[in-house]
């Protein structure tokens, strides 16, 4: 397989601004899921998509936050009106069904001034 | 609510040294229980993971961990380290349901050092 992959790799914003993400999952997986992790942390939950329906969001998932997942192939991931504190790195891993193993790619790094 | 507790943050071994990595946690029933190792500018990879079974699992790199039911842990073991260990190790946990919240709970992390 070709692996999870994310992009961009970096993101360097001012506060107030927007930002999307991208994540392409391994092309036979239904699941995709979004994390964050902060430094010092483990990655936390944010939300997961079943193909294109988008089944758990986790309370660290603001109203400025948004994701989607329109031909249950990939996925974006949209910041509104970036804080400081949205600085992480943001994770998308992908798995063909529950609990199979997940794959996760190398991440967003977010970075808001 | 699910929680995980790794409550070294850091462990410094020598090279070739056993190692072991500890993790609580804290579930209604038996959860899904994982090991992931996280280098510097890769992603999260799995290193072993329990269902059922066997409380002894396996995984790459010669890594193994037990669940104890009664200790509600799962300890990550190796029993002769390389440098090439060096890195963020995670411990893990998901609902057996799937209903719910879907998604991993994971620990904060401990921060593996290999000493030559």
């Known amino acids: 397989d070709t692996g999870v992959s994310q992009d961009p790799r970096h993101k360097i914003t001012k506060r107030g601004q927007n930002v999307t993400f991208r994540c392409d999952p391994i092309?036979?997986?239904?699941?995709l899921y979004w994390y964050r992790q902060t430094l010092g942390q483990g990655p936390e939950f944010l939300t997961y998509?079943?193909?294109?329906?988008?089944?758990?969001k986790s309370r660290l998932l603001s109203d400025r936050f948004s994701a989607e997942r329109p031909k249950g192939s990939f996925s974006t991931l949209e910041i509104q009106r970036t804080e400081q504190g949205d600085s992480a790195m943001y994770l998308c891993?992908?798995?063909?069904?529950?609990?199979?193993?997940?794959?996760f790619g190398s991440g967003t790094q977010l970075s808001v001034l | 609510a699910q929680s995980v507790t790794q409550p070294d943050i850091h462990i410094t071994v020598s090279e070739g040294a056993s190692l072991e990595l500890r993790c609580n946690y804290s579930?209604?029933?038996?959860?899904?229980l994982f090991w992931y190792v996280q280098s510097p500018g890769q992603g999260l990879q799995l290193l072993l993971k329990?269902?059922?079974?066997?409380?002894l699992v396996q995984g790459i790199k010669g890594f193994e961990a037990e669940f104890k039911r009664s200790q509600s842990s799962f300890n990550l073991r190796k029993p002769s380290v390389h440098w090439s260990d060096a890195a963020e190790y995670f411990c893990?946990?998901?609902?057996?349901?799937?209903?719910?919240?879907?998604?991993?709970?994971f620990g904060k992390g401990t921060h593996l050092i290999i000493q030559p």
């Open positions: 891993a992908s798995s063909r069904a529950f609990n199979e193993k997940l794959f």
């Open positions: 893990a946990v998901a609902p057996i349901s799937g209903g719910g919240a879907d998604g991993l709970t």
């Open positions: 998509f079943q193909n294109e329906a988008q089944l758990e």
């Open positions: 579930y209604g029933a038996t959860p899904y």
């Open positions: 329990y269902f059922s079974g066997d409380t």
């Open positions: 092309s036979e997986h239904n699941r």
